[in-house]
Structures are given as structure tokens and as C-alpha cells.
């Protein structure tokens, strides 16, 4: 198990597979993130948090060292930020974030909320900001969220089936129709209607069409229900 060590940028670390999110998510490569923390043992919760597939987590501790880690590269995807650290002020950081990692996500973690710095925050164009203390659970999402919108995670071909056949079930059961009705009203045979709403099997692309104008929604709005999700 790598720890993270105080004072230091840690080496990256490389942690056996984490608890699973609700949607099984997979990287599309090496994913770099960097956790900035004056307290070592919140860089150490973080980095047990978010250690897991092919993330690479760094943290460092040392405010004498901020800036040096930001000018590491490879680049990192996402910066998870104590806003107040001793002896830097927090637009100092953020200018050597836009200066050093323009392509970074940030997310913030605070335990001195206020209006003040989220609106700094939001100026910055922080990803998002979050309070200490925290669950761990709602910070992993909150990185898994940022992650996928930059295309870093997508969902495995198990997990779309899945989710896909889920959103179908619930709307047509919200519609009070049944497989026989989806199945007359599609041409698709009721067997083959069951096994995609229970991710066993992979619909085309002309079956899922049918099955949306058999449930009176566009495919976008089934796929954006399954992003929800």
C-alpha cells in the first residue's frame, strides 16, 4: 500500500481496485491526479478514496512545494484543492494552475465555507466545491462525474446494457404497458424485448429506435436518462 508521506510530493500511487461506483465505470488510459492538502492525513483519506484502476494519485503537503508539484508532467487531469493554506493565498494557486495545469479540473474542498470563496471558487471555474468534512462516497462521485465528462471514464458495455434495459423498464412500466405491448408495438419478439431490459443482450441501433417511438421518447432523451443515472 502506498501512504502518503508528509512534507513531500508523494510517488504516484497505485492502489488495488476500489469500491465500485454505481455505474461501472473504465478509463480510457493512466489518469493523474494531484491532491493539495496541508494536512497529511487528509491527502492520505483522499488518496484512499481515489486510488483505484489506472488513477495515479500525488498529493503534496509542504505549501513550499505547490508550486513545484503544479509544474510536474506529465500533465495532471484533475487537482483536488484545500482552498486555505497556510502561507498561499488561494488566487496565487489558482494562477499558477491556470499557468501550469490549463487543462486540469478542480475541485475544492474547504473547511472555512463561505460566500467569499465560492465565488472566488467560481470565477477560478472550479469543477466544484465541497465542505469539509466530507463523505468519501460524495467526493468519489464528484471525481468520477468530473472524469467522465472529460471522456477519462465511460461506462463498461455490461454497465450501459444494463442501465440501457433499466431506463426502457422503467418507462414502459411507468406507461402501464406491458412486454406483450412493447412487443406488438415494436415488432421485436417479447423474448429478445426481455433480455434487453434485463442487459443480457445488446439492442441495434433500429430496435432501440422502435423501442422509443414505442415509448414516445426520442433515443437522446434514453441516453441522456441513462447519464442521469
Known amino acids: 500500500m502506498t501512504v502518503a508521506m508528509e512534507d513531500r510530493v508523494t510517488q504516484p500511487a497505485r492502489a488495488a481496485r476500489g469500491p465500485a461506483p454505481l455505474r461501472e465505470l473504465h478509463s480510457s488510459g493512466d489518469i493523474r491526479i494531484l491532491v ?77 465555507p463561505s460566500v467569499d470563496s465560492a465565488l472566488n471558487c467560481l470565477r477560478a471555474r472550479t469543477y466544484d466545491y465541497l465542505t469539509k468534512p466530507f463523505q468519501v462516497d460524495q467526493l468519489r462521485d464528484i471525481v468520477f462525474r468530473c472524469l467522465e465528462g472529460k471522456g477519462l471514464l465511460r461506462m463498461t458495455e455490461e454497465a450501459l446494457r444494463e442501465s440501457l434495459g433499466s431506463a426502457i423498464r422503467e418507462r414502459r412500466k411507468a406507461l402501464g404497458l406491458t412486454l406483450s405491448n412493447m412487443s406488438d408495438r415494436t415488432g421485436v419478439s417479447l423474448g429478445y424485448l426481455s433480455q434487453i431490459e434485463l442487459g443480457k443482450n445488446s439492442a441495434s441501433i433500429e430496435t432501440l429506435y422502435r423501442i422509443c417511438l414505442a415509448l414516445g421518447m426520442k433515443m437522446s432523451e434514453l441516453f441522456q436518462s441513462v447519464q442521469r443515472s
Open 36 to 112: 493539495v492538502d496541508d494536512e497529511p492525513g487528509t491527502c492520505s483519506l483522499i488518496q484512499a478514496a481515489l486510488a483505484a484502476r489506472d488513477f495515479r494519485v500525488e498529493t503534496v503537503s509542504d505549501p513550499s512545494m505547490v508550486e513545484a508539484a503544479l509544474k510536474a508532467t506529465p500533465a495532471y487531469h484533475l487537482i483536488v484543492l484545500d482552498y486555505v493554506i497556510p502561507s498561499l493565498e488561494p488566487d496565487q494557486v489558482f494562477g499558477w494552475i491556470r499557468d501550469h495545469q490549463p487543462d486540469a479540473n478542480v475541485v475544492v474542498v474547504t473547511g472555512y
